[in-house]
């Protein structure tokens, strides 16, 4: 079968219509309908029922997914592999979103240099959705993210409990005020619990989509916002920024996600070198060059 035919497939199922998924794949809608159509045909059964909303999965369809999903993931590991680069034993390939990247990701891939020089790495930075989607297609070998979506056929693991704190530059500050709170997106989970404990903030005079960026304005300018525990530990033990009295925690959570399949040896290399990365980022003043299992240099 032709593998455009099952990656058409699932970007109809991740987009839930046609007209999208046509201008994801940068096709007409008539190429998709057409893939869809001839897949279909080889298949024996209808895959979508086509409504003004877009198109829902029929009972095939859903059953499919993840035969589609497996076909193109052994597709793009068999074109990696082709692709190994001399020297080079294996290739992994990982995004996260890019608030993770510094320093989770950073410490990671030092860990990996100095600890499996043989693995080939491939990195990609991007949002939640696309990174779920990447690892569904065979892209990714592994995502990490906050709060990932339910898929068939994936496997998540719980890396790191992470919490969202209230933080302001004003001491002894007791309360959020619209007139200096920033409101950052940390996902849906998140704005679905912040609405209901600060309904007043709804209409906040500045969202910021990036939480990194959302930091650096308010320890220029001033203000308050929910970041990231570890991400404002130094400014709150500098007194630069200091804990809102009475706000509550949200949970925010880093995970690990992955094809249910068995991990290769070198993906069980990198979940490894993920693990010493956390331990470099909890240990206070340590490089990621001292964390178990590196050499000191």
Known sequence: MDIDLARTFLDVVATGSFVRAAERLNITQTAVSARIKALEEQLGRSLFVRNKAGARLTPAGNEFIRYAASMVQIWERARQQVALPPGREAIVTIGGELSLWNPLLLNWLIWMHRNAPEIALRTH??????????????????????????????????????????????????????????????????????????????????????????????????????????????????????????????????????????????????????????????????????AEGAPAH
Not at 136 to 147: F, K, P, R
Not at 226 to 236: E, G
């Open 125 to 290: 930075v991007d949002l939640g959705e696309r990174l779920i989607e990447k690892v569904q297609t065979g892209v990714l070998d592994l995502a990490i993210m906050y709060a990932p979506s339910q898929r068939p056929g994936m496997k998540f693991e719980l890396l790191l409990e992470e919490k969202l704190i209230a933080v302001s530059t004003e001491r002894g500050a007791s309360d959020m005020q619209s007139g200096d709170y920033i409101h950052v997106d940390w996902g849906p989970d998140f704005a679905a619990h912040h609405e209901i404990v600060f309904p007043h903030l709804r209409d906040a005079g500045m969202f910021v989509g990036l939480g990194p960026l959302a930091l650096q304005y308010i320890l220029t300018i001033g203000g308050s916002g929910y970041f990231r525990t570890r991400a404002v530990k130094p400014h709150l033990d500098s007194g630069r920024l200091h804990r809102v009295a009475n706000a509550p925690e949200f949970s925010f959570s880093i995970y690990a996600l992955s094809s249910a399949q068995p991990d290769s040896p070198a993906l069980q290399t990198a979940r490894e070198g993920l693990r010493m990365a956390l331990m470099a980022e909890r240990d206070e003043g340590e490089s990621p060059a001292r």
